[in-house]
Every structure is written in structure tokens, then in C-alpha cells.
């Protein structure tokens, strides 16, 4: 496992309790309309984003079978699994205890026959023995993947013709103008305590899309639906009965929270958004 890889895996097998306790099996922003102005429980608003997402398929996808990439505990695929009692699923997710617990909800939710969680690299993905899929599924886990080419040719080989690609992942702002100084600050605080690689724009996510040979592409960016999310984790973060489970948790999750100040910039000024992308692969 590369150090990227294996510092992502020590970050979410350590920070994934705490957040469990404090939010539950949904890792990932709320929807808040396209305004981010409606008025919405925040873990209502998470489930809302998975049908906010959903809805970007350009048409109702056979639902054979499906890949979440980037799974986290898999509260994502047990919603679509629930909602579509005919697919089966597959998460991916780099750490060994969002996949233990995720199998666990699986098992709990009576959905572990149909529905497996596997602490692996989304990259190492194979075609023939893990394809086709007739839906990818790529909720915030994008911003951790280096190489967005490679994975837009990965997830291209992975579906099958006519399947579909739907991905919410954090980007920065399009350029130009350029990114300013702040812009750079803000950003590689991000990246730093999140453990990722730089943030790439959406138009430059959706060109390795149509390089890799997806059609009918839309982007859009869901910043200012997604924004007061940060506001709810905030307070959670300054919640008193969260803080045993934070020190606990360890100094890279502490660093995490601390890092919600910059994401909360980030959005502020315009630096970090919130894009999202659909690509069909041609039949």
C-alpha cells in the first residue's frame, strides 16, 4: 500500500468510531436544495444527497448490480440496496474497519447476501472479476484518488455498455483567474489534514470523463447546496460529549476537526467546491 493509501486507511480505521457515534452511517455532506437555503434535519439532508445524486442519471439504469467506490461503512449501499431489493453490490473502502462494520450493518439490515463490503483500492478493481456494473456510485471519495484519469479509464472498463457513472467529490474553484495565495493556503490545509492529493476543478474532472470515453457528461457544482453541512459538523465538533471519543480518536482525527475551519473558508471565499459529474458509457 502506497503512503497516500496507508495514511488515508490510518486516518478513516481511526476517526470512523467517533464519527459513527456522533453522525451515524452516512459519511458524506447533506443537500440542502439547490439554494442550500431549505430547512432539513441534517441527517435527512444526508439522505437527501443520495437521491439528489441519483436524480443526475440521464435515465432510469437497469439496477443488476452496483459499485460503490469509495464505500466508507456503506450507508450508501445499503440505502440503494434496500431501496432496489433485485441489485447487488459492491463497496470498496481503504480501511479494514469502515469495512468490518459496514458488513456488520449489512448483516443487520439483512442485506449481507446480496451486498459486500471489501476493505480494498478502488483501483485494484478488476473487470473481468468484479465488472460489469450497470451503476457506479462515487460519493466524496474522489478528492483521495490521485490519478483522476486512470480512474475515469477504470470505471469506464468497470460498466457495462450503457451503464452509468454518477460521482460527488470536493474540487476546487475553476480557473481562471488563478488561484490566489489564500486560495493555495486554504487548499493545502484541506489536503493536508484530510489526506489528500491536490483538488482538481470540475471542468477538469469532467474532460478526464470524456477522455476516458464517457458521453452524454454533465458537471455541475453543488456548493452552496452542500454548505451549511459544515455549520451541523462544526457544532458537533464543539459538542462537549464529543470530545472524550475525539482525544481518543487520536491526533489525525484531532487535526481533522481542526481542518473544519478551513473547509468552512474554503467555502467562504470560493476556494473548495462541491462538484459533481454524470457520464454514461456508450452501448
Known sequence: MNSLNSRIKDFYDAS????????????HHGYYGPDGKRDVDHRQAQLDMIDAL??????PVTFNRFLDAGCGVGGSSRYLAL??????????????VQAKNGMRFNREAGVADRLEIRAQDVYTLDTEKDGPFDLIYSMESAEHMADKEALMNLFYRLLRPGGQLVMATWCHRTEPPKLTA???RVLDNICKCYHLPPLVSVPVLGEAAKTAGFVNLKTDDWSAAVEPFWGAVISSGLDPRNWPGLIKAGS???KGAWAM???????????????????????
Do not use: C
Open 16 to 27: 470512523t468510531p467517533l464519527w459513527l457515534n456522533t453522525w451515524g452511517e452516512q459519511m
Open 54 to 59: 441519483l436524480e443526475l442519471r440521464q435515465a
Open 83 to 96: 431501496r432496489h431489493p433485485e441489485a447487488r453490490g459492491l463497496g470498496v473502502t481503504l480501511s479494514p
Open 182 to 184: 489564500d486560495d493555495r
Open 252 to 254: 489525525s482525527t484531532i
Open 261 to 283: 475551519k478551513y473547509m468552512k473558508e474554503g467555502f467562504r471565499t470560493g476556494a473548495i467546491r462541491y462538484g459533481v459529474l454524470r457520464g454514461t458509457k456508450p452501448e
